[in-house]
């Protein structure tokens, strides 16, 4: 299951939400998770494959997020990243586009990150890139432009840009390789 699927499925809880952190603990190899709301889950981070913290009006929410067995024929909906990053323009260590064309925030920001990273790291191949944390002040429903700028790693192991949002600076988005 990608991050981008299940950060965007899980809008409706974190949407009105500030302080949003998702993080992706473990690959998921399935279509269906178990989602566990609990005021702790962020105390028992290690028992989820992913979390998802918010905060609304002085009160911490935590999702924690357990794989469940695959559904017998799982559905898989890849996203045109292409067409996201086509029309992007990159510099040394940035990336911006001005038209998001309706794609959601984290498949936009997931899509531009990727190929910013094989423009300043060249990983160990075969491999990829993996979306492994998030972190917002808030979502935004809509955008009008977006830029990501590398800003610090410890080898491919984790990778940090930050990400602004119509001029604004909303937060940062983690990435580790995952050599084949």
Request: glycine share 6%.
């Amino acid at each position: 299951m990608h991050g981008t699927t299940l950060f965007d499925a899980l809008r409706p809880w974190y949407e009105n939400g500030t302080h949003i952190q998702f993080k992706l603990a473990r690959l998921m190899k399935t279509d269906r998770v178990q989602v566990e709301l609990s005021p702790s889950a962020g105390r028992q981070e290690g028992n989820y494959s992913a979390t998802l913290r918010w905060g609304e009006v002085g009160t911490e929410h935590c999702i924690g997020l357990i794989p469940l067995e695959p559904s017998p024929s799982p559905e898989r909906v890849p996203f045109d990243e292409e067409s996201i990053v086509r029309r992007a323009q990159f510099d040394d260590r940035s990336v911006a586009l001005a038209d998001p064309q309706d794609e959601s925030l984290i498949r936009t920001i997931v899509a531009l990150n990727k190929v910013l990273l094989f423009r300043i790291h060249t990983p160990p191949l075969p491999g990829q890139w993996l979306f492994t944390r998030l972190e917002l002040e808030k979502a935004p429903t809509s955008f009008q432009q977006v830029s990501l700028r590398f800003r610090s790693n410890a080898g491919v192991a984790a990778v940090t840009s930050s990400i602004e949002v119509d001029g604004r600076n909303l937060g940062t988005l983690m990435f580790s390789w995952l050599k084949r």
